[in-house]
């Protein structure tokens, strides 16, 4: 296998955000996430304690979701919500850009937001992953085309102080032409985009639409260090199961050269 499965596992923030979830789901959720090895999952706020509690001692971080999904929350909610969450036991905060001020050209205001939640995360020893949303940035805004508009962003957050800039919450859905909601996600053209457009320091989340092992695997191959995924147990079991029928292969291979090297 290219990439060894702990390479791939602690990629995965396993996401637990769907708005029915119930508690015995989103509690489930997180023993499969343990079960698994992943790298955290991604929790509502008001499930952060009940998440640290199952995942002490697993290697699982918490990580909430702050002004989810559209980022509409005003600065103050946003950094009191990390508070609240940090406090609860969250190590991890995803939070949604506000995509108004982004798209009016408010540069100034959407650095300010992002620091607000970046500072108060980091007084509380958690990291911060930036949603951009690029499913609705698809046409640009301010006066600059989609990858300029990207670029911007990228350059805003670094600045700001985020540990990741992340393409998507899963949940910006667009009106199609025939009227039904959609979304991409993370497409492999924004992740090699945003990989470009931050510095070593700054690491780059994929979230929306990776829901197979080869999707998870090219997620990596594009420099990205995080996906956000629901298909975890899925993605996860095909490893195993590439892996076993790899190291199948190989054995025949062995003993068929053994073989003919004894003569037969």
């Known amino acids: 296998m290219k990439y060894t499965y702990e390479q791939l596992a602690k990629m995965i923030d396993h996401s637990l ?7 015995r789901e989103l509690e489930d959720g997180c023993k499969l996430a343990a ?4 790298a955290s999952v991604c929790i509502k706020p008001y499930a952060v304690r009940r998440a640290a509690e199952i995942l002490e001692g697993t290697g699982v971080f918490v990580g909430a979701v702050i002004g989810f999904p559209h980022g509409n929350s005003c600065t103050e909610s946003k950094r009191y919500e990390t508070e609240l969450a940090c406090r609860d036991g969250a190590v991890e905060i995803d ?6 001020k982004a798209l009016s050209g408010d540069w100034d205001y959407v650095e300010r937001d992002v620091h607000a939640v970046c500072e108060e995360a980091r007084q509380r ?7 951009f949303e690029n499913d609705y940035l698809t046409k640009g805004g301010a006066g600059l085309d989609s990858d300029g ?3 911007k962003l990228c350059q805003i957050c670094e600045r700001a102080g985020a540990d990741w800039v992340k393409t998507s919450s899963g949940y910006g ?3 199609q032409a025939d009227g039904r909601y959609g979304y991409q996600g993370a497409t492999e053209h924004d992740l090699a985009l945003m990989r470009a457009s931050v510095s070593a320091k700054v690491q780059v989340k994929a979230a929306g639409g990776v829901r197979d092992l080869d999707g998870l695997i090219r997620v990596r191959d594009l420099g990205a260090t995080r996906c956000g995924a629901t298909a975890t147990a899925a993605m996860l079991d095909e490893y195993r199961r590439r ?3 790899e190291r199948a292969g190989s054995a025949v291979e062995s003993q068929s050269s053994a073989l003919g090297a004894g003569g037969y």
């Open 243 to 245: 892996e076993k029928a």
């Open 35 to 38: 079960q698994y090895g992943v």
């Open 95 to 100: 939070m949604v850009i506000n995509l108004g």
């Open 173 to 175: 859905f667009v009106k």
């Open 149 to 151: 508009f990207k670029k």
């Open 17 to 23: 955000l769907h708005p029915t979830m119930t508690d």
């Open 125 to 131: 020893g958690a990291k911060v992953k930036v949603i």
